[in-house]
C-alpha cells in the first residue's frame, strides 16, 4: 500500500509537470486529491490493515496528501498569475486616448415650459393639483356639464371632441378646465391650484394648431376675489414669464364656466406686432383665455356664490413656448427632431 501511494505521488508530479492551464491543475486535483480521488481511495482501505500498519501507512498517507495539495496550490497559483498577466497584457488600457463622449439626455422643451410655468405659479401662491383630479379620459359631466356648457354647445360635436368608445358619454378631454370641477368638489376655499396636462381636439394639424398639445388650468375661489385679482395675477405671471418689456393686452371673450371672460394676447416675437403669417397679420397672439367663475359653476360644486368668488385661467404650453422662443411651427415640438431639441 506504500508503494501504492509512492506511485500516486509519482502520477500525480508527472502529471502536473504535462499541465498547460489552470483547467487542467483543476482535473489533477480532482482526481488525486477529491473525496473520490486515488488517495481517497486508499485511506478507504485502511480499515483493512492492522493498528500498527494503519498508523504508519495512514500518516504516510497524510504526508503523501499534504505534498501534493502543497504542489497543486504552487503549480495553481504560476498559471493564475500567467494567465492574469496575458489578460491585463491584451485588455491593456491606452491613458493617453482621448475619451469617448457620451450624450447627455435633455429635458424636451414642452416639459421645461411647464416646470417654469408651475414654478411661477408655486411662487404666486398656486399648487399643483392631484393627477387624480386632472385625468385624460374624462365624462361629458365634469368637461362639459360642470362647466356650464349648453346642450347644443358646438364644443360637443364630434369635430371637435373625440369620443370613445368606452360609453357613450367617455371622452378624450380637449381641455384641462374639467379639473377645476373635480378640486372645488372635494376641496373647501380657499382654493389655489392650477393642472398641468395633456389635451385632445379633432382640429386639422397646421404651423399653429395640433391635435394633441398641452394646457395649464389655474382655479382661485375665496372670499372677496375679483377681476383686479385676476389681471393682477396673470400680469405679474406674463412679466415674470415674457420679461416686463413684452406687450400684452387683455381682450373680452366669452366662455360657458367664466363671466366675465377675457382673452389675453402677447405680441408676436416673429414679426416684433407688424403683422405676418403666424400671427394671421395682426401683430398679435392669444395665449390664454380667463374670466371670473361663472355662479352656476360654484353653485354646481356647492359653493355659495354669495360667499366666495374665484377666477379661472386656462394657458396653451406649446403656443407660450413659441412666442418665448420664436418658434413658428408647433409640428416641431413632436418631430423628435434633435436639430431643433438640442438648442433646448
Known sequence: MKNQLELILKNAETDLEKAQSINDIEEIKLKYLSRKGELNSIKKNLKDLSDEDKRVVGAFANEIAQKLETEVKSKYEEFYKKELDEKLKCEKIDVTLPGKSIPMGKIHPITQTINEITEIFHTLGFTVAPDKNSPEVET??????????????????????????????????????????????????????????????????????????????????????????????????????????????????????????????????????????????????????AGMVDVNVLKGVGIDPEVYSGFAFGMGVERLAMLKYAIDDIRLFFNNDERFLKQF
Not at 141 to 161: E, I
Not at 260 to 267: G, T
Open 140 to 289: 361629458e359631466y365634469y368637461h362639459f356639464d360642470g362647466l356650464n356648457f349648453p346642450k347644443d354647445h358646438p364644443a360637443r360635436d364630434m369635430q371637435d371632441t373625440f369620443y370613445t368608445t368606452l360609453a357613450p358619454n367617455v371622452i378624450l378631454r380637449g381641455q384641462t378646465s374639467g379639473a377645476q370641477v373635480r378640486v372645488m368638489e372635494e376641496m373647501k376655499p380657499p382654493i389655489r391650484i392650477i393642472a398641468p396636462g395633456r389635451v385632445y381636439r379633432n382640429e386639422n394639424v397646421n404651423s399653429r394648431k395640433n391635435n394633441f398639445f398641452h394646457q395649464i388650468e389655474g382655479l382661485y375661489v375665496d372670499k372677496n376675489v375679483s377681476f383686479s385679482d385676476l389681471k393682477g395675477i396673470l400680469n405679474e405671471f406674463l412679466r415674470l414669464y415674457f420679461g416686463a418689456s413684452r406687450p400684452t393686452r387683455f381682450r373680452s371673450s366669452f366662455f360657458p364656466f367664466t363671466e366675465p371672460s377675457v382673452e389675453i394676447d402677447v405680441q408676436c416675437i416673429m414679426c416684433q406686432g407688424k403683422g405676418c403669417r403666424t400671427c394671421s397679420g395682426t401683430g398679435w397672439l392669444e395665449i390664454l383665455g
